[in-house]
């Protein structure tokens, strides 16, 4: 009787790899285009401001801005500016830094819901960033204190700002 085939694929111990040896070649330099829309985006984060566009047609305001509604498939109609402060809407608590190595602290990461003066926005459908939430530890995670939480951005000072959505350090918790 033969043996069944394993459902999840073949370990890859029981897999030969061929190995490539590549000579170091030099540095390769890359250029990314931010396009019309980030690129106004990135430039208002240098000035301090969260800016985004809007689709007077269906109500939809789009941050990181967007040149056409998704929803409409129509060019966007005005620019608006977020006041910087907004509600936590989904938090975590990440133990992975960003080169993947285990983090001595945890990083607290949410999707903030800004606020758009002018506009009201449900729960389904809102502006909003993903970013990091300081003043806050794990155990506001684990016992669910964000969820609802007001913040608001902190930014770089104007001389370190680079255009980039690093500019913004991270989201304060405002403590009533």
Known sequence: MTKPKNPRGTPFEEV???VFEMPHVGKARYNYTTG???GRFLAGLKEGKILGTVCKKCGRVFIPPRMYCSYC?????DWV???GEGTVHTVVASYIEATRARAEEPKIVGVIKLDVPGYNF???FF???LHYICGASDEDVKNMKL???RVRARFKPPGQRTG???DIECFEVVRP
């Open 16 to 18: 030969a790899f061929p």
């Open 36 to 38: 019309w829309a980030l």
């Open 73 to 77: 498939f129509r060019e966007v109609d």
């Open 81 to 83: 500016e977020a006041s």
């Open 122 to 124: 449900d729960d389904h």
């Open 127 to 129: 502006p909003g960033v």
């Open 147 to 149: 969820f609802g939480a």
């Open 164 to 166: 980039s959505i690093t």
